[in-house]
C-alpha cells in the first residue's frame, strides 16, 4: 500500500508526506487554535513555561481568525519540522551519503539513508544538525517574539511566540537518547566509539525501549494518551533500527556468489502444472526458473495455488508463470538481493551473469546465512 505521497523534491531529495499527516494535521490545527496558554489552565498543570510564550491562539475572540492561524502555524510547523530534516540531510550529503527521500509523517519528519553512516562521528554530526536547526530557529523566533512584545500582544506575536516555543520542543524532543529520535543516534555513536558497532547499537536500542515502557507506564498512570503513542512509536522504531543495523552489518562485504544456491533446478515452459506440483513435494522447493534455451519465467508455489486441482491437468506452466524476471548479479552486495526481495516483495531472485542464469538466491538462503554469520560473530 502505498503511505506517502511526494510534494516535490530540494536538494535533490523527494520530500513525502506520509498519509498519517493528513489526519494529524486538522487535530494539530484544532489544537492550537483552541489551547489558551500560558494564562489557561493548560499551562498550570504543565511544566512547559518556562519561555513564557502563548501556546496557541484560544484567546482571540474571533473564531475565524482563531482557525486560520491555527491552520497556518502547523502549516508553517511542519516547514520547520522539514528544515529540520535538511539539516540532517545536508550534512550527509556533505559526506557523500545518500538521502533517498524526507518523509513528514505524525511525530515529524524522517529522512531515510540508503546506508548506515560509515563513521561514528559523521552520523553523530548528522543526528546533531537537525536539533541545531530547530533550536536556531526557535531561538530566532524567541527574540522576534521579545521585540514584538513591547508593541502588542496580537495575533502576529502569538504566531512568533508559538513558532519560538514549538520549534524549541522539537530540538528538545529529537534530543531523547531513544531511537529513533536523534539523541538515540547521538548515544549510538557515542557508544561506537568504545564498542562494536551492533553492541553500541544494542546498548542504545535497550535503552530507547526501556526509556519507552517507563514512558508507557508513566502515561498509563498518568492518563496522557499522547504519552502511550509516543512510547510505543519510539519502541517500534528501535526494535526497528536494531534489526536494520544488524542485518546490515552482518551481510557487510558477503556478496551475492557467496551465498547463492548454484545446482538451480529448471522447469520446461511445457511441463504440465500437475506434475510441476509432484516436483515441488518431492523437492521441497516452492519456486523454480522457466527455461526455454533462456530463462523465460519464473514460477512459485503462489502461482499455481490459484488453480483450481481439476485444471492442473491441463494447464502448462508458461500459463502460470511470472514473465518479469527479477534478477541480481553474482558480484552484487547481498544486501542489494535482499533490498530487491523486499521491494518487489517475491521470495526469489535469478543470478544472472553475461545473460545466463547461474544461480538462485530466495529468502531462505539469506535467512539462513544471517544465522550462520551472526554466530560466527559471536
Ligand atoms: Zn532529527
Redesign the pocket.
Known amino acids: 500500500m502505498k503511505t506517502s505521497i511526494q510534494l516535490g523534491k530540494i536538494i535533490g531529495i523527494p520530500v513525502r508526506l506520509h498519509i498519517s499527516f493528513l489526519l494529524i494535521l486538522p487535530l494539530f490545527a484544532y489544537a492550537f487554535a483552541t489551547i489558551n496558554a500560558p494564562s489557561g489552565e493548560w499551562m498550570q498543570s504543565h511544566t512547559f513555561g518556562l519561555m513564557n510564550t502563548p501556546l496557541g491562539f484560544g484567546s482571540v475572540e474571533d473564531l475565524l481568525i482563531r482557525y486560520t492561524s491555527g491552520t497556518l502555524v502547523t502549516l508553517t510547523l511542519f516547514s520547520c519540522v522539514l528544515l529540520?530534516?535538511l539539516g540532517?540531510s545536508y550534512v550527509a550529503k556533505k559526506y557523500g551519503i545518500v538521502i533517498k527521500s524526507i518523509t513528514l509523517i505524525i511525530f515529524?519528519?524522517i529522512a531515510s539513508m540508503e546506508e548506515i553512516p560509515p563513521d561514528p562521528k559523521i552520523e553523530s554530526k548528522m543526528?546533531i544538525a537537525?536539533?541545531s536547526v530547530s533550536l536556531t530557529i526557535g531561538l530566532s523566533f524567541y527574540f522576534i517574539y521579545r521585540l514584538l512584545e513591547f508593541v502588542a500582544l496580537d495575533v502576529m506575536s502569538i504566531f512568533v511566540g508559538m513558532l519560538a516555543f514549538y520549534n524549541v520542543l522539537l530540538c528538545g524532543f529529537?534530543l531523547l537518547p531513544a531511537f529513533p529520535m536523534?539523541g538515540g543516534r547521538l548515544l549510538r555513536s557515542w557508544l561506537a566509539k568504545r564498542m562494536s558497532y551492533i553492541d553500541a547499537t544494542h546498548k542504545a536500542a535497550w535503552v530507547g525501549k526501556t526509556f519507552a515502557l517507563m514512558m508507557g507506564i508513566f502515561g498509563l498512570f498518568y492518563g496522557g494518551f499522547w504519552f502511550i503513542l509516543i512510547a510505543f512509536f519510539i519502541y517500534i522504531g528501535a526494535s526497528e533500527e536494531e534489526k536494520a543495523t544488524e542485518v546490515t552489518v552482518t551481510l557487510r562485504g558477503v556478496k551475492v556468489r557467496d551465498i547463492m544456491t548454484t545446482d538451480v533446478q529448471a522447469v520446461k515452459p511445457d511441463m504440465l502444472v500437475s506434475e510441476l506440483v509432484d516436483l515441488m513435494f518431492k523437492e521441497k522447493h516452492m519456486g523454480y526458473p522457466v527455461v526455454d534455451d533462456n530463462v523465460i519465467g519464473i514460477v512459485t508455489f503462489h502461482d499455481i495455488r490459484q488453480i483450481p486441482p481439476e485444471k492442473r491437468d491441463t494447464m502448462r506452466v508458461e500459463d502460470v508463470m511470472a514473465h518479469d524476471i527479477i534478477s541480481v548479479g553474482p558480484d552484487e552486495d547481498a544486501i542489494t538481493a535482499l533490498k530487491l526481495l523486499s521491494k518487489h516483495d517475491i521470495g526469489r531472485l535469478i543470478v544472472m551473469e553475461d545473460g545466463i542464469m547461474v544461480g538462485i538466491v530466495s529468502r531462505t538462503d539469506l535467512v539462513r546465512s544471517l544465522e550462520l554469520l551472526g554466530q560466527m560473530r559471536l
Open positions: 529540520h530534516e540532517h515529524g519528519g543526528a537537525g536539533p529529537n536523534d
